[in-house]
């Protein structure tokens, strides 16, 4: 599933991940972004 902002951004082309991670984050905006985002660790 892409996500809703892509039908409205011209010129991104998604691609299928090849690495996971697991991230926190203090919250998302109303926009659906990741406030204070932190990276932990790669995922298998």
């Known amino acids: 599933m892409l996500p ?3 039908e409205r951004v011209i010129g991104v082309q998604w691609v299928k991940p090849e ?3 697991e991230v926190a984050f203090q919250e998302r905006t109303k926009k659906g972004y ?11």
């Open 4 to 6: 809703p902002i892509a």
């Open 19 to 21: 690495l996971r991670c």
């Open 34 to 44: 990741f406030r204070a985002p932190v990276f932990k660790r790669l995922v298998e």
